[in-house]
């Protein structure tokens, strides 16, 4: 009898391991349903924004990325050097171009609405904590947006950059401006206008006095976390990885190279 019972309990403990590790290897797939942070624009999406602060205020920080026709192996993570470890991607980057680092500059804006072609306001899904999913409209959130020399976003960083330039204008915090994105792939592209000067309405002052350069680096930090070399030497090398920490976006990035695979790399989400 006390077999039997031995053998339930070790049956029972080891149904409640494998439901733990089926449970946590979700989780580890759902890093993505994170509370969005960045402006993120489809074909046809038009965004109404107020930029909370002037481009000499943004933060800058060096960027890996690299788009991946399979959304799960986008990379999309800030330099390690940033943190002052050594950056796994760096190490790549020796192999592969495309993942060389590149400077980001990160304008904090406050979002009225984001708008389809159709004039309808974009939903996005968010996760609660207890797993349920909610539909939300994009407006009145606060969004970073992700500004760099390179690439058709190029463009917008240069408007935002010459705008309080010229004597005629205001600063960029001191109106509001539309970004709209038209077209996809290798035809997209951003128009940015701006409105009329206007102050800032005082909620969205208040919001703006949260929205600290120490507050946005955690949560860049947190979103686009940095890979250090540390964890997962040398992709490249002989030795086959250990199968229990490979990261599914770096095997893709190996296999590309060995197989000298052209990638397309247009960067949209
Ligand atoms: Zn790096």
Redesign the pocket.
């Known amino acids: 009898m006390l077999r039997t019972a031995n053998s339930m309990d070790v049956i029972v403990s080891e149904m409640q391991k494998a439901k733990e590790a089926a449970e946590n290897a979700k989780k580890a797939k759902e890093g993505g349903s994170k509370k969005p942070l960045f402006l993120w624009l489809k074909p046809g999406h038009k965004a109404l924004i107020r930029p909370l602060c002037k481009m000499q205020d943004t933060i800058t920080l ?1 960027r ?1 990325s690299k788009w991946n026709k399979d959304r799960d192996l986008n990379i999309n993570s800030i ?3 940033e943190v002052e470890k050594p ?1 796994l ?2 190490e790549m980057a020796k192999e592969d171009k495309a993942l060389k ?1 590149k400077a980001v500059i990160y304008l904090p804006v406050f979002v009225y609405q984001i708008s389809d072609e159709k004039g309808n306001i974009v939903t996005y899904e968010e996760t609660q904590e207890d797993k349920s999913k909610i539909t939300k409209e994009v407006k009145n959130t606060v969004r970073l947006l992700e500004l760099s020399a390179f690439g058709v976003i190029g463009d917008v960083l240069q408007y935002f950059w010459k705008f309080p330039l010229d004597p005629d204008n205001c600063q960029i915090n001191e109106c509001d401006f539309s970004i709209e994105q038209v077209g996809e792939g290798q035809g997209k592209k951003f128009i940015t206008m701006h409105k009329n000067p206007k102050p800032m309405h005082d909620r969205i002052k208040a919001v703006a006095a949260s929205v600290t350069e120490d507050e946005m680096f955690k949560r860049i930090i947190d979103f686009c976390t940095p890979k250090v070399s540390e964890d997962n030497s040398d992709p490249f090398g002989d030795a086959p990885a250990k199968s229990k920490d490979t990261d599914p976006a770096i095997e893709a990035v190996v296999k590309g190279v060995e197989n000298g695979v052209e990638d397309d790399t247009i960067e949209t989400w």
Do not use: R
């Open positions: 060096s890996h330099c390690a050097s950056c991607y760096c680092s």
